[in-house]
């Protein structure tokens, strides 16, 4: 069955880096829009960034816009999110999950993207 799993979240303090991983299994990331997502308590989903199989557009969210970058490995499957100075209001669940290629467009709308993986918890604090 299509899965996704995320890994590489943990505690950091404000401006470190961590890089999250997100595995694919059952299916081919090649088809696909993927995006990463967050969601701080109380909060709704953000997409943070997108990137699709099609034409390898990406799309990033003003407020990680120079701080983090997405980029795939499709020999591994895997999709990534290098995320360098960090701040604490980056503190969240993030998850990744997939789409239409078309859909890179709509990453700031996360209903458009589905089997979600069950997250990683990143944690900025000194």
């Known amino acids: 069955q299509l899965q996704l799993v995320e890994s590489g979240g943990g505690l950091v303090q404000p401006g470190g880096s961590l890089r999250l991983s997100c595995a694919a299994s059952?299916?081919?990331?090649?088809?696909?829009?993927i995006g990463w997502f967050r969601q701080a308590p109380g909060k709704e989903r953000e997409g943070l960034s997108c990137i699709s199989s099609r034409d390898n557009s990406i799309y990033y969210t003003d407020s990680v816009k120079g701080r983090f970058t997405i980029s795939r490995d499709n020999a591994k499957n895997t999709v990534y999110l290098q995320m360098n100075s960090l701040k604490p209001e980056d503190t969240a669940v993030y998850y990744c999950?997939?789409?239409?290629?078309?859909?890179?467009?709509?990453?700031?709308?996360?209903?458009?993207?589905?089997?979600w993986g069950q997250g990683t918890q990143v944690t900025v604090s000194s």
């Open positions: 999950a997939v789409s239409d290629p078309r859909n890179v467009v709509y990453c700031s709308n996360y209903v458009r993207f589905g089997s």
């Open positions: 059952g299916f081919t990331l090649d088809y696909y829009a």
